[in-house]
T-cell receptor
Framework: AQSVTQLDSHVSVSEGTPVLLRCNYSSSYSPSLFWYVQHPNKGLQLLLKYTSAATLVKGINGFEAEFKKSETSFHLTKPSAHMSDAAEYFCVVRHPFSGNTPLVFGKGTRLSVIA | GAVVSQHPSRVICKSGTSVKIECRSLDFQATTMFWYRQFPKQSLMLMATSNEGSKATYEQGVEKDKFLINHASLTLSTLTVTSAHPEDSSFYIC??????????????????FGAGSRLTVL
């Protein structure tokens, strides 16, 4: 079975400083991994995904994540935070061979950006 | 890109009434849709998987008679919360699986999410 652990429930950074949102996964296979962002009262938006291609994945809005199999991690980073980045971020895993398998969500990390 | 429209975005109802939430795939066909529920400050929990033309598959602990799911066409799935109670107040989100041929994404299929429906039961 797959599981996802987001190590921080809340991260607060100053505008212009780097962002690091941590995620560890557990899976019997090499999974597909995703990061989604949810802004207040809005739906989920896909930031980026890893599907066994390049281990460093670049997403939208300057975010990227690196898949590290040895550490079973898929941390999300951004060099410089912007006020608009304040949102809830979810790390997500899915079995790679089952297209209809639903996603397994982490508990989420709320990112606050301080001016 | 693929768009999933969810309606209504907000609904307030009295205890004991039923509420229907619609989830539509606007520019693609969705053979499978998923319904999630999100409690305040918590992650999304899968409620059920909705397959077009067949009965939905519910997750353990989700009452199928309480949360009726209908997926009558390839572009529409509905969730009806029957005899709603205050504890049913939550944020409900649907998602639909988009085939990669429909998008510029490469690799695995992705899920597109609706904007969610906030249900408040008084």
């Amino acid at each position: 079975a797959q599981s996802v652990t987001q190590l921080d429930s809340h991260v607060s950074v100053s505008e212009g400083t780097p962002v690091l949102l941590r995620c560890n996964y557990s899976s019997s296979y090499s999974p597909s991994l995703f990061w989604y962002v949810q802004h207040p009262n809005k739906g989920l938006q896909l930031l980026l995904k890893y599907t066994s291609a390049a281990t460093l994945v670049k997403g939208i809005n300057g975010f990227e994540a690196e898949f590290k199999k040895s550490e079973t991690s898929f941390h999300l980073t951004k060099p410089s935070a912007h006020m608009s980045d304040a949102a809830e971020y979810f790390c997500v895993v899915r079995h790679p061979f089952s297209g209809n398998t639903p996603l397994v969500f982490g508990k989420g990390t709320r990112l606050s950006v301080i001016a | 890109g693929a768009v999933v429209s969810q309606h209504p975005s907000r609904v307030i109802c009295k205890s004991g009434t039923s509420v229907k939430i619609e989830c539509r795939s606007l520019d693609f066909q969705a053979t499978t849709m998923f319904w999630y529920r999100q409690f305040p400050k918590q992650s999304l929990m899968l409620m059920a998987t909705s397959n077009e033309g067949s009965k939905a598959t519910y997750e353990q602990g989700v009452e199928k008679d309480k949360f009726l799911i209908n997926h009558a066409s390839l572009t529409l799935s509905t969730l009806t919360v029957t005899s709603a109670h205050p504890e049913d107040s939550s944020f409900y989100i649907c998602s639909a699986r988009v085939r990669t041929s429909n998008l510029n994404y490469s690799g695995a299929n992705v899920l597109t999410f609706g904007a969610g429906s906030r249900l408040t039961v008084l």
